[in-house]
């Protein structure tokens, strides 16, 4: 006699896992993962599933949502069992060229480039304050966009940053800004083309000349930019400096004692990450969170919701600049260093393997990112020890867009 218990051909976690479409839960509705609301707040929800749902079927959006600290860092490190698509992918046969960050000439001369252009692009942005301005427009977007505009060549050309941004953004899920980035993608290879051509006989001491150099085409420029971290500079410098003014006492502390810096720019990167979120992908079926995820599933990473997770983090959404319980220098090889998590930053890939100073190797983008944003705030709380928010301004953060970078976009402050 057949034992049909054994025989069936649903397996445990099958069964176990079976839904109706379209099926919630009573605590969190999908939608509200898309809404104005979560732009503004990408905590609440998340931190709900965080607790209740690690890992949820988010019908709505076709995806799972991974929200612990533990479960969203083994995802992202764990190359075995899941992939990072490439932006160039939401464009089709239109992006066919070939992504050269990681070509050992390109890492080393953007590393370096970058470091060159900043000294005049930071004071450039200082001696423009004064008064009261916008601290995020003023001095956060005038330093990074000098910065990267000279270290790629492109004379800050106003009209090259409104087609890359639009190329980045078409990337995401919004059809209307794919449509856009499509435009923009092309004037991108029709203005890179004939850059290109003059970098290749006079090479000037920028990225497009090491390019040039490389015979990288206008389509591997393009794929290159489109792929490369822009954003986490100065959304993390605008969200460290919101984050100061709006907490007087960490402020304070700060200003007595200046070495706190760099505590508080690695706090704000935990309390409030430039990229909330993340997209990985099952290379094949994969089994965990008791859910067997089919191959090429979406498994959306909240680095929102890790970066407050209560099991690692005391009071995880007070901004601390003297919190113990959070790593204060970059780890290497993974999250933890000395004992301690560290924040979740997507932007800068998986912790480094390379030393903390390589001889052979650039500095990581961690490490980078991290010496500009405190060197640029050191140097402004130098010049304006007691630049505070202008009354009735208040300093806020959202995304964007849903995919999009979570910082503040308006801090209006008054400099003496």
């Not at 060549?153 to 995401?172: I, P």
Request: proline share 5%; hydrophobic share 40%; with cysteine.
């Amino acid at each position: 006699m057949t034992d049909e218990t054994t025989s069936s051909s649903y397996r445990t976690y099958e069964v176990y896992q079976r839904e109706r479409v379209g099926e919630t839960t009573n605590l969190v509705n999908p939608r509200d993962l898309i809404s104005d609301e979560y732009l503004a707040d990408p905590f609440t929800v998340p931190g709900v599933l965080r607790k209740h749902y690690p890992c949820y079927r988010d019908w709505v959006g076709n995806r799972f949502w991974v929200t612990r600290y533990d479960d969203v860092t083994s995802v992202f490190v764990d190359d075995a069992n899941y992939e990072t698509r490439p932006s160039a992918a939401a464009y089709g046969q239109l992006i066919s060229g070939t992504d050269l960050r990681h070509n050992t000439e390109v890492q080393q001369g953007w590393v370096d480039l970058v470091d060159n252009a900043a000294e005049a692009a930071l004071v450039a942005a200082i001696d423009s304050l004064g008064g009261e301005c916008d601290l995020a427009i003023d001095f956060v977007d005038r330093f990074a966009a000098d910065v990267f505009s000279t270290a790629l060549g492109v004379d800050g050309s106003a009209e090259f940053g409104g087609y890359l941004t639009a190329l980045k953004a078409g990337a995401g899920w919004d059809e209307r800004d794919r449509i856009a980035g499509v435009e923009a993608c092309s004037n991108l290879q029709t203005m890179l083309t004939e850059w290109l051509a003059d970098r290749k006989s006079s090479p000037a001491d920028d990225l497009l000349s090491v390019l040039a150099q490389l015979d990288a085409s206008a389509d591997d420029v393009v794929a290159t930019l489109l792929e490369i971290d822009l954003e986490t500079l100065p959304a993390s410098l605008a969200n460290t400096w919101c984050l100061l003014l709006n907490n007087g006492e960490q402020f304070a502390q700060v200003r007595d004692e200046p070495r706190l810096m760099k505590f508080a720019y690695l706090e704000a990167l935990r309390h409030s990450p430039p990229q909330a979120t993340a997209d990985r992908f099952t290379r094949h079926e994969v089994e965990r969170f008791g859910r067997l995820l089919p191959k090429g599933a979406l498994v959306h990473l909240s680095a929102a919701a890790a970066n407050r997770d209560p099991q690692y983090f005391a009071d995880p959404d007070s901004f601390d600049v003297t919190r113990k319980d959070l790593c204060q220098r970059e780890p290497r090889g993974q999250y933890r260093a000395d004992g301690l998590p560290a924040g979740v930053v997507f932007a800068h890939g998986r912790p480094s393997r390379n030393p903390a100073l390589p001889k052979e190797a650039p500095r990581s983008s961690y490490a980078q990112t991290r010496d500009l944003a405190v060197r640029a705030s050191l140097a402004l709380l130098e010049r304006f020890p007691n630049v505070e928010l202008a009354k009735g301004n208040a300093a806020t953060m959202s995304q964007d867009r849903l995919g999009g970078t979570y910082r503040c976009r308006k801090l209006q402050v008054r400099t003496s």
